[in-house]
């Protein structure tokens, strides 16, 4: 059987969340390590979105003969109301305020299959160059799945391209601003 292109995407400029690209984590204790990544897809970007949906249409004609199960989950999330939703119903404005204007998907890849990851002029660089902030261009195949009761439709993370820097999400810690630049062997014990 032949691959069918619809089910893959390269996407548009992106930006990488709760990235872990550098070994594979396992998102909840005992599930299978993955390398994964948020991608936030700008809202304004129609194009991208486009693509997405036209593979995503894809994997459900392949998977589900057309027409995804009640009950699936839901590939696509409004950062809009992510932003403010918490675990016990209310409302936390400050959970991801940069998700907003954004629609919000995950993408994984198996922990034997670590993403190409690329720079300038598609030369492979370390996975270093890679945090949560960085914009970046995704090449992403759409799969349906059915799994122990779970149905729905996600993405595999093939390749990102890094295109340009940003304000890392999160806190940075620099451990010089621990010590400052007080190297006067008196202080020391």
């Avoid at 990544?37 to 129609?46: E, F, G, I, R, W």
Wanted: hydrophobic share 35%; with cysteine.
């Amino acid at each position: 059987m032949a691959f069918n292109t619809d089910l893959k995407v390269v996407t548009g400029r992106v930006r990488l969340s709760y990235q872990h690209l550098d070994e594979p984590s396992a998102a909840v204790e005992g599930a299978e390590p993955k390398y994964s990544a948020v991608l936030m897809v700008p809202k304004s970007d129609a194009a991208t979105k486009a693509k997405l949906d036209k593979a995503v249409k894809a994997a459900i004609d392949e998977k589900f003969e057309g027409k995804l199960p009640k009950g699936s989950n839901p590939l696509f999330k409004d950062g809009d109301k992510e932003m403010e939703r918490k675990f016990d119903g209310g409302v936390d404005h400050e959970k991801n305020p940069e998700y907003a204007g954004h629609w919000i998907l995950s993408a994984s890849a198996k922990a034997t299959k670590k993403p190409i990851l690329l720079g300038a002029g598609n030369a492979q660089v370390d996975d270093s160059e890679f945090y949560s902030g960085c914009y970046v261009r995704a090449s992403l195949i759409a799969w349906g799945y059915d799994a122990a009761g779970n149905t729905g439709v996600g993405f595999s993370l093939m390749s990102l391209k890094k295109v340009a820097d940003g304000e890392p999400f999160g806190t940075v810690y620099d451990p010089s601003d621990d010590f400052g630049d007080d190297d006067d062997e008196d202080s020391l014990i």
